[in-house]
């Protein structure tokens, strides 16, 4: 990935990828090319063709010592052309071929909802939340990577990049005007055999006056990752601000007006929503809204309260009976194997360490939070109010 892969969070640090705090510099003060060659970039390449395993890659890792897949795996899987540009690198990380083809830059973190699983640094609108719980990323709801937003837009643009994939997350991506500017700027250019892929709650498919489809009809893949946790009003629980039928009616709005779009189902799996994931993924395959093997497991690692590990084992045995069933399930209608593998790793992970020494922290948290909102989770998780009540 340090060999093609730019990725900048809403601090506006370049960094190795969005899961690993590993710095290569700052696009405030350093151009692309200036961080693309810089000593930090080099010294992480060198360390990587030296055979070291980066304790911060520990995300990635972690699953793939499970068989899941990861983001190093999917990209060493999708980029394997650019292998030579890796093996011509001289001894100080330098690699003269070696450019950012594939993109994930994150504007800013604007979203209009804000999930249990998340966070301030990733959604504007926990920030009043996030101040009284003492766990707010700054001193205002909109975090910006850069002020001049738009004049980054056209550092990416005219750079003489051949951008190969752009990543686009948040925040909620199809409400940040970069993200359009962007794709209108790429259209003028006549470089539309990018491959876009989005990771959206599908809340909007509009900016003003700027429709995402119209946009999308210009380009050859776009790859679109729905991130929905729940069925019903315990989706909406969990996404707090999402609609349940707003969502479905934009799906089928998707499927309808642009049917080349890839359109996936990438529910964040956590304590909330582990047992429930085979009855969601079997309710969008059997209205025929996406194809069974068009889901993607989006394992929650952090906050480390809301990960599948720090389940007890009597419910770890429930979750993992249920997956068996739905593997079953699977089988019969003939998916893939390679998704097969990812739920049967589903299981491996949550038992591969047991975290139950966190459910105090689970629970005090979902507690605060309930009180804010004025809801109560025991209505609707009532397996895990029994494991919460002890505590």
């Not at 998916?335 to 049967?344: K, N, P, R």
Request: proline content about 3%; charged content about 25%.
């Amino acid at each position: 990935m340090p060999w093609l892969h730019l990725h900048v969070d809403t601090d506006g640090l370049a960094k190795a990828c969005c899961n690993a705090n590993i710095v290569f510099g700052d696009i405030n003060s350093q151009s692309i090319d200036e961080i693309w060659q810089d000593e930090p970039i080099r010294k992480f390449r060198k360390s990587l063709m030296e055979g070291k395993r980066d304790k911060r890659c520990h995300a990635c890792f972690s699953k793939e010592m499970v068989g899941k897949s990861s983001i190093r795996t999917e990209t060493l899987g999708k980029f394997k052309h650019r292998i030579n540009w890796v093996d011509e690198t001289d001894t100080d990380g330098y690699s003269a071929s070696s450019r950012p083809i594939y993109f994930d830059i994150r504007f800013n973190n604007l979203c209009n909802l804000r999930c249990r699983t998340c966070w301030h640094g990733a959604s504007s609108s926990w920030f009043e939340e996030a101040k009284l719980l003492k766990q707010n990323f700054g001193n205002k709801a909109i975090i910006e990577a850069n002020k001049e937003g738009s004049e980054f837009v056209n550092e990416l643009l005219n750079a003489g990049i051949e951008v190969e994939e752009i990543y686009f997350a948040g925040g909620e991506p199809l409400m940040m005007k970069e993200h359009y500017d962007w794709l209108e700027g790429l259209i003028q250019q006549g470089r539309t055999n990018v491959h876009l892929r989005y990771n959206s709650n599908l809340s909007v498919l509009k900016l003003k006056h700027r429709a995402v489809l119209d946009l999308w009809m210009h380009f050859d893949r776009v790859t679109v990752s729905a991130s929905i946790d729940h069925m019903g009003v315990k989706g909406e629980y969990i996404r707090k601000g999402l609609s349940w039928d707003g969502f479905i009616s934009n799906v089928k709005t998707i499927k309808a007006k642009a049917p080349h779009v890839e359109l996936e189902m990438a529910p964040t799996v956590s304590v909330l929503n582990v047992a429930s994931i085979p009855a969601l993924h079997q309710f969008f395959v059997n209205e025929q809204l996406i194809e069974i093997d068009s889901l993607y497991l989006n394992l929650l690692s952090r906050p480390d309260y809301f990960n599948i590990k720090v389940l007890p084992e009597a419910l770890k045995q429930i979750v993992s009976q249920s997956i068996r069933k739905h593997i079953e399930w699977l089988s019969d209608h003939g998916a893939q194997s390679t998704l097969i593998d990812e739920f049967q790793a589903l299981i491996e992970y949550m038992n591969l360490d047991d975290w139950s020494n966190k459910l105090p922290k689970l629970k005090k948290q979902l507690t605060l939070i309930d009180k804010m909102r004025g809801e109560d989770f025991t209505q609707f998780f009532p397996q895990l109010r029994q494991v919460l009540d002890p505590f």
